[in-house]
């Protein structure tokens, strides 16, 4: 059993687990019963994996990670929850990701090509995209949802039910308490926006003239003293038809906790 696969002496891995080609375990690691592993992924030493977990192609999961323990959550009873992790993930050292609950979204997913760095927590029913970046000390409540490309600087903190829109960034000791538009910056305890994601709009080379409909975007929203409805409306007569403008309406129109501002 598991005979194609990198596998120290000292770990423990139940008779049901799944494991894809070239798969490597490290010292003291423990598997249990129903996790699921894809080709070319590499598991630290003291690792623990357990519940309805299932992991992609080619991730690295460090050293003391624990992936798919019950939710945090005063009334779980048990149920058959999932974690679900894509392909090409950097997981750090001390990472916590639980699984989800049966009144939530019934599993915690994480996308693609994402980067948790130490001690960072994914907590129960989280959703989150691809290329996500969350710093040391990170810390996810339940029901979290995040879209690609954002980036959570170290000891970032988020209020649970959160929307964290794409290509947005929160910088370091932050308190995120309401849901953060796409393309943002905020800062601060509790957050507070302080314009846009140039840094980030620059690095995925988006064009120009779609970043200064972004930027006016981002004005009516905050510079011209409208209410959230007001501004929505006036951006979707004003704005033209770009993808991303599109994307950072339909974020207004479906928050549930409010607009950081």
Excluded at 132 to 140: A, K, M, Q
Excluded at 180 to 204: F, M, R, T
């Amino acid at each position: 059993m598991f005979k194609d696969n990198k596998i120290h002496q000292t770990a423990i891995i139940a008779d049901s687990v799944k494991l894809g080609k070239n798969v490597e375990v490290g010292p003291f690691t423990i598997i249990e019963d129903e996790v699921e592993i894809g080709d070319n992924t590499k598991i630290g030493a003291n690792c623990h994996l357990e519940g309805w977990t299932k992991i992609g192609k080619n991730n690295t999961i460090n050293n003391y990670v624990t992936i798919g323990f019950p939710p945090q959550n005063i009334g779980y009873d048990g149920s058959k929850t999932y974690v679900i992790i894509g392909d090409n993930n950097q997981i750090g050292d001390y990472v916590t990701i639980h699984r989800g609950t049966k009144e939530g979204r019934g599993e915690t997913k994480v996308g693609d090509n994402n980067t948790f760095r130490l001690y960072s927590h994914v907590a129960h029913d989280c959703n989150l995209g691809n290329n996500i970046t969350l710093e040391n000390y990170v810390n996810l409540a339940g029901h979290i949802t995040i879209y690609n490309d954002a980036h959570l600087e170290r000891m970032v903190g988020v209020h649970q039910f959160v929307k964290i829109g794409t290509l947005s960034r929160i910088e370091a000791h932050s308190k995120l308490i309401k849901d953060l538009p796409p393309y943002i910056i905020v800062s601060g305890h509790p957050a507070q926006v302080i314009g846009v994601n140039e840094v980030g709009l620059n690095d995925k080379n988006v064009d120009e003239e779609i970043r200064e409909e972004i930027r006016k975007s981002y004005k009516v929203l905050y510079e011209s003293n409208l209410n959230i409805s007001q501004a929505t409306e006036k951006l979707e007569k004003a704005s033209k038809n770009f993808k991303e403008v599109k994307d950072f309406i339909g974020f207004l129109k479906n928050s549930n906790r409010g607009i950081c501002r």
